[in-house]
């Protein structure tokens, strides 16, 4: 079954830090660009970042630049999220999507929440 499935998601304190995982099953990562998205309740989904499958370039919306981190190890057919400082303005559910030429997968999501 081709699939993308995130995991790592949970309660944070304010200030605290994830650690994000989107696994592909069923076909490999390796050239798929990845990215991250968000949708907080009653808001739009929204890019978070995003890597590319060629060399590695990284794109990051502001308002998680400098606190989030994309990365990838296609030995393991995974992309992570290295979330941190995280804030209650970052809760929301995050999802994966990868993208090779005409093809794109979506993961089903993992809650995310920063409160105290």
């Known amino acids: 079954q081709v699939q993308l499935v995130e995991s790592g998601g949970g309660l944070v304190q304010p200030g605290g830090s994830l650690r994000l995982s989107c696994a592909a099953s069923?076909?490999?990562?390796?050239?798929?660009?990845i990215g991250w998205f968000r949708q907080a309740p009653g808001k739009e989904r929204e890019g978070v970042s995003c890597i590319s499958s060629s060399d590695g370039s990284t794109y990051y919306a502001d308002s998680v630049k400098g606190r989030f981190t994309i990365s990838r190890d296609n030995a393991k057919n995974t992309v992570y999220l290295q979330m941190n400082s995280l804030k209650p303005e970052d809760t929301a559910v995050y999802y994966c999507k990868g993208v090779y030429r005409n093809r794109d997968y979506w993961g089903q999501g993992t809650q995310v929440t920063v409160s105290s």
């Open positions: 069923g076909f490999t990562l390796d050239y798929y660009a």
